[in-house]
């Protein structure tokens, strides 16, 4: 899906696709890591914030990509745009009853939840740093 909505728009939107292998990449190693020191609340809060972030990072891009395609061209379902609006208001309880599930049944080390989630924050902030100083003219 990301690397579809880049090819479509150009160059300027390469940059979720990147973010979002790096986001991928980030959290496998991660969680190999996690695995070796043998701890599974450590995995599991890893594994559960990791596909938080990554999941949040998607659905935001396609409720963007919906909601500006409906802008650029008349003749798309105004539906999908709807649907997007009302998962954007959604997804934050939904996200919290996912959480509150995971705690319930699961050992998780919030910890490593909270570093879970910010994997995509922190695959952002390295793409863009390599942007920034990558281009020296």
Request: include cysteine.
């Amino acid at each position: 899906m990301i690397q579809g909505i880049a090819k479509k728009n150009g160059a300027r939107t390469r940059y979720p696709a990147e973010s979002f292998f790096l986001s991928v990449a980030i959290a496998v190693l991660a969680v190999v890591l996690s695995l070796t020191m043998g701890d599974p609340a450590v995995t599991n809060g890893l594994v559960i914030g990791a596909v938080t972030g990554i999941s949040f990072f998607l659905v935001t891009w396609w409720m963007i990509y919906c909601i500006v395609r409906s802008k650029k061209d008349k003749s798309v379902n105004p539906l999908l745009a709807i649907l997007a609006i009302k998962l954007f208001i959604l997804k934050f309880p939904l996200v919290g009853l996912f959480l509150w599930l995971a705690f319930k049944y699961w050992e998780i080390n919030p910890f490593a939840l909270i570093f879970g989630i910010g994997i995509t924050q922190i695959a952002m902030l390295g793409s863009a740093l390599v942007k920034m100083f990558g281009k020296k003219e």
